[in-house]
């Protein structure tokens, strides 16, 4: 199950021996409550870390509630600009 949740890019963060049941032959993970897309919030594109839109659609579209959300290349470049803001202010040699 762990390798699965890993080959779509997610995480469980919260493996126990509670968490892992038997089925028969098989292991399953339960609470998956925690489970996250890998990746560091704090370089993430917020909407990618929150898994919806934070813009308005278009008029006469779809609610933001009914519209999948989907990974587009400006969240890459989102990502860019927290990465560079860290480096101009965070990572500063004193």
Same mark, same amino acid.
């Given at each position: 199950?762990?390798?699965?949740?890993?080959?779509?890019?997610?995480?469980?963060?919260?493996?126990?021996?509670?968490?892992?049941?038997?089925?028969?032959? @098989?292991?399953?993970?339960?609470?998956?409550?925690?489970?996250?897309?890998?990746?560091?919030?704090?370089?993430?594109?917020?909407?990618?870390?929150?898994?919806?839109?934070?813009?308005?659609?278009?008029?006469?579209?779809?609610?933001?509630?009914?519209?999948?959300?989907?990974?587009?290349?400006?969240?890459? @470049?989102?990502?860019?600009?927290?990465?560079?803001?860290?480096?101009?202010?965070?990572?500063?040699?004193?």
């Amino acid at each position: 199950a762990s390798q699965f949740l890993h080959s779509a890019d997610w995480v469980h963060r919260n493996v126990t021996g509670g968490n892992v049941l038997r089925s028969g032959e @098989m292991g399953k993970l339960a609470d998956l409550e925690n489970a996250r897309r890998k990746g560091t919030m704090g370089f993430m594109a917020w909407e990618v870390g929150t898994q919806s839109y934070l813009s308005e659609p278009p008029l006469g579209g779809k609610p933001r509630s009914e519209v999948p959300f989907r990974f587009n290349p400006l969240h890459d @470049m989102d990502s860019v600009w927290w990465i560079a803001r860290w480096l101009l202010y965070c990572h500063v040699d004193q």
